[in-house]
């Protein structure tokens, strides 16, 4: 993984250009702090800032085709590589990347390969041959890209906002899952799977089928040739990615050359539920675990330099971020590269709490739909550039292209929460590693209530930040914020002094059109908010947010239904089919 940044088309192949290239290149070496590279050909410039994870030693980008008419610099993994390789026995490698297998693809297929690419991704390519370029991002969005326009007809790419946001007349988010051809001056979709109509699944629920396709997509992740851990929270997704990484590390690559002893890492306020189901994960699963403290006062020191790096304004990803972005510091300085993570689970399955109150199956499917969709602006917006702000890279299992077809396969009737069976938020995901005979995890965090990570660190965090926020806002300033910011108009203190500080870094119109906005609660989509009447009177994106559910919802402290009582005794057929 690493930061990339094209100019492709520039109409000035001057050293003066050459030289600005590399200047905006710099601004992505926190991505990449191991290499630096950059191709010239005419006016097409390809950089790259690496990562080294993966052959480190000669893996090093731009990478070439044998004859190097064909260049490509690449922010990615590619988890198939090997096998690729298999189907190019007539093609000449230079390294051991797992991206080298981009350029040869190209020979082979042209534009027509990227489906075949199993990971994470975004890549620009240069065909030197015909001038010609494609540029393309994985399937989710995992990987950050961004296009932009210049006034000499130049397109430009580049891995954050900041590599292209002074140069370029207009940019834009680059849209997961498409590729775009300069032979076309367009955007296609590569990746259409099923689910993207949103039309509704009716596949039946095979708890076993399920729990195979994660433990596979946790596994090919494995793949690395440098030191890594896995990012523990203590809920149900972390906890999940932790305990089967424990489970089958010893059988992989990996192990022989890092040993089978696994690192967790967690991060929290004093006291913070997560801090303590994190540590006893660790100790059920075994793993050598790292807790790291902050204060409200580190995470609101560091408020500008998240901002700066995760590039939103989004009230919800900032508060998330911070914590993130501190433990990733303390992480790299131990030495390791690479962590597996539990992003995009509450996407699939409905984890959010505002799923309870779904009214039916098809409006929950579709919204899990149009969920997965805006992760790129989200989550993995978070996940990606709060670790590669610090050169670490963050790996998501439950986005892998294979399991998300088998989950969002499953017919939603299955999904659906339903507390008088039994049935809590991602019930699916419980109840396919709920094994009495070999238990991934201790069943009170195998059915522990969901928390949203900017509220699992302390609940004091979003508390202080909008203390914080109060401070610094006046209630002027918020008669005038229609007038100030006119485009997704913050309603609250803390979005307004978020939005002041996003403006000074990246003041133009584009930049703050590629921040998502709408009504939110729980961090529901818009659309979903209509599902009750009480939440149009109650938009915040904490987990808390969501009245009568969270067991410490805002101003209505619930106790906590205890995990066995609400968990009924299920039987499971010889194929795994709940019964």
């Avoid at 070439?64 to 690729?84: A, P, Q, S």
């Avoid at 991206?99 to 240069?126: P, R």
């Avoid at 801090?275 to 204060?295: P, Q």
């Avoid at 939110?520 to 209509?530: G, L, M, P, Y």
């Amino acid at each position: 993984m690493c930061g990339i940044l094209a100019v492709l088309g520039c109409s000035d192949s001057s050293q003066a250009k050459r030289v600005r290239v590399l200047e905006l290149s710099r601004r992505l070496k926190h991505r990449g702090p191991d290499w630096s590279g950059l191709h010239q050909y005419g006016d097409n410039y390809l950089a790259h800032q690496r990562l080294a994870i993966v052959d480190p030693a000669s893996g090093d980008q731009p990478l070439f085709n044998e004859d190097k008419t064909v260049v490509v610099t690449v922010n990615g993994e590619i988890y198939n590589h090997e096998e690729l390789r298999k189907q190019l026995p007539n093609h000449t490698f230079r390294t051991g990347s797992d991206c080298d297998v981009i350029a040869h693809l190209y020979e082979e297929h042209g534009e027509n390969f990227v489906d075949m690419l199993d990971g994470i991704f975004s890549f620009a390519l240069l065909d030197t041959r015909d001038n010609s370029f494609i540029v393309a991002r994985d399937a989710i969005g995992v990987t950050s890209l961004y296009i932009g326009w210049g006034l000499d007809g130049s397109v430009w790419i580049s891995s954050e906002l900041k590599g292209l946001n002074d140069d370029c007349e207009h940019f834009e988010s680059f849209p997961p899952g498409h590729l775009y051809s300069s032979k076309e001056r367009a955007f296609r979709r590569w990746y259409n799977p099923p689910w993207f109509s949103e039309a509704i699944p009716s596949a039946p629920y095979d708890p076993l089928a399920l729990r195979h396709a994660f433990e596979k997509a946790v596994v090919k992740r494995l793949m690395t040739d440098v030191p890594f851990g896995v990012l523990l929270s203590g809920g149900l997704d972390s906890s999940l990615v932790a305990a089967v990484t424990a489970r089958y590390l010893a059988g992989t690559n990996a192990a022989k050359q890092w040993g089978t002893k696994l690192h967790s890492f967690c991060v929290g306020l004093e006291g913070a539920p997560d801090l303590k189901a994190a540590k006893e994960v660790a100790d059920y699963i075994g793993t050598v675990h790292h807790e790291f403290h902050y204060t409200v006062q580190d995470g609101i020191d560091a408020i500008e330099d998240v901002i700066y790096h995760i590039e939103t304004y989004d009230v919800t990803t900032i508060r998330a971020s911070i914590p993130m972005f501190l433990m990733s510091r303390k992480i790299k300085s131990l030495g390791v590269k690479w962590v597996i993570s539990g992003e995009g689970s509450d996407e699939i399955f409905g984890g959010y709490l505002y799923f309870h109150k779904a009214p039916n199956k098809d409006e929950f499917h579709q919204e899990t739909c149009r969920k997965i969709k805006a992760l790129h602006k989200y989550d993995c917006l978070r996940a990606n550039k709060s670790t590669f702000a610090w050169g670490l890279e963050a790996r998501v299992p439950f986005l892998d292209k294979d399991f998300i077809r088998v989950a969002m396969n499953i017919d939603p009737e299955y999904k659906m929460i339903k507390k008088e069976e039994g049935r809590i938020e991602k019930w699916v995901l419980r109840r396919a590693f709920d094994d009495e005979e070999h238990p991934y995890l201790p069943k009170h965090i195998l059915y522990r209530q969901k928390e949203q990570f900017s509220d699992g660190v302390g609940y004091g965090w979003i508390d202080g930040l909008k203390a914080h926020a109060e401070k610094h806002v006046t209630d002027r300033m918020m008669l005038n914020a229609a007038n100030i910011f006119p485009f997704n108009t913050p309603t609250t203190k803390e979005a307004y002094y978020y939005r002041m500080i996003f403006e000074r870094f990246f003041p133009q119109n584009s930049a703050r059109l590629s921040v998502p906005g709408g009504p939110s609660v729980a961090c529901s989509t818009a659309k979903a908010v209509e599902w009750d009447a009480a939440w149009s009177n109650n938009l915040d994106p904490s987990g808390r947010a969501a009245l009568g559910v969270h067991a410490s919802a805002y101003g209505n402290q619930v106790k906590a239904v205890e995990p066995e009582k609400i968990i009924p005794k299920m039987e499971v057929s010889p194929l795994g089919v709940a019964i």
